[in-house]
């Protein structure tokens, strides 16, 4: 039997989503991060060049302004390093010791 805990953090996909049928689980993994990005949004152009690079896609460029899900961001910084405005700058999460 499957506690509610478990069952909450559990996400079906359906078919198209993934082929193999399998079941994810999504861990809120921005918890695990010691810096994490910020939008400059007035040195944003909104190219989407780190919604490009995000290798956990928490990146959403809109129509006016660039929204990163910091529930799920990993803190690996490439958004940062990949930014060709330099509009993302790394900022120490408060209690990491950083």
């Known amino acids: 039997m499957v506690d509610e805990e478990e069952a909450s953090m559990k996400y079906r996909f359906t078919e198209s989503e993934a082929p193999l ?3 994810l689980y999504v861990l809120e993994t921005g918890k695990w991060r010691t810096e994490r990005p910020c939008v400059d949004a007035e040195a ?3 190219c989407g060049i780190c919604a490009l690079y995000c290798p956990t896609g928490v990146i959403d460029v809109g129509d006016d ?3 990163i899900d ?3 961001c ?3 910084m490439i958004c940062v390093r990949e ?3 330099e509009a993302i700058e790394p900022v120490p999460e408060e209690g990491s010791g950083a």
Do not use: H
């Open 21 to 23: 049928g399998r079941d």
């Open 44 to 46: 944003c152009v909104l």
């Open 65 to 67: 302004v660039v929204s």
């Open 70 to 72: 910091l529930q799920f």
């Open 74 to 76: 990993k803190g690996c």
């Open 83 to 85: 930014c060709p405005r």
